[in-house]
């Protein structure tokens, strides 16, 4: 057991460029989700998958954001077109859902300075 | 709409010097409330899960505590060493068990 793993660290980018982060889960966890925290504030739900599949994604997200998780394992999260609206880390949590309460696992995150 | 708060915002303590952190929430059906601890420049690391009214969990310097409409965490005695962010989570039951978070409460405790 490696913990949930978050690559880059920390990015830093131009407005209106495009950006990727990938997420790799604890193995065998078949949940994964994806928040977004701003400083002083919690973590904002953004979208999570059971497997492959995407169940829901937060209607006050934009359609400049983009998850998938290929063949139930890691996950990327695509901006595009960022906005330094969108600075802010995005943390990856995953869990071994059985049709019960879970504990979500958290990545360390990735900081994203949209300049 | 699943909705969580916390109260207060940031609390400063004095070591040794109890109190209590307060959550309350809105949610279509409650599968279970989470108590995450949360370092500066970490994600957050669990600490407890409630699942109905009246259930209690402890752990070391800290009780979690819940109602129907809130939930309460406990310090006693803290320590230095208790400074973090504490965050209160929901599980959804009406909503594939999706998982909300609240603003969280920022703990210091002074030595």
């Known amino acids: 057991d490696t913990g949930v793993s978050q690559d880059p660290r920390h990015k830093i980018t131009k407005r209106g460029q495009n950006v990727t982060f990938r997420c790799d889960p604890i193995?065998?966890?078949?949940?994964l989700y994806w928040y977004r925290q701003t400083l002083g504030q919690g973590p904002e739900f953004l979208t999570y998958?059971?497997?492959?599949?995407?169940?829901?994604k937060s209607r006050l997200l934009s359609d400049r954001f983009s998850a998938e998780r290929p063949k139930g394992s890691f996950s990327t999260l695509e901006i595009q077109r960022t906005e330094q609206g969108d600075s802010a880390m995005y943390l990856c949590?995953?869990?071994?859902?059985?049709?019960?309460?879970?504990?979500?696992?958290f990545g360390s995150g990735t900081q994203l300075s949209v300049l | 709409e699943d909705q969580v708060t916390q109260s207060p915002e940031a609390l400063r303590l004095q070591e040794g010097e109890s109190s209590s952190l307060n959550c309350s929430y809105t949610?279509?059906?409650?599968?279970?409330l989470f108590w995450y601890r949360q370092d500066p420049g970490k994600g957050p690391e669990f600490l407890f899960t409630?699942?109905?009214a009246g259930e209690e969990k402890e752990k070391e310097r800290l009780k979690a505590t819940l109602t129907k409409k809130e939930s309460f965490l406990h310090i006693t005695a803290p320590k230095p060493e208790d400074s973090a962010t504490y965050l209160c989570?929901?599980?959804?039951?009406?909503?594939?068990?999706?998982?909300?978070f609240g603003p969280g409460t920022s703990l210091s405790v002074i030595p």
């Open positions: 949590a995953s869990s071994p859902f059985r049709g019960t309460n879970e504990k979500l696992f």
């Open positions: 193995s065998e966890h078949n949940r």
């Open positions: 998958f059971q497997n492959e599949a995407q169940l829901e």
């Open positions: 949610v279509s059906g409650l599968r279970g």
């Open positions: 409630l699942y109905s």
């Open positions: 989570a929901v599980q959804d039951s009406t909503s594939y068990d999706k998982v909300i």
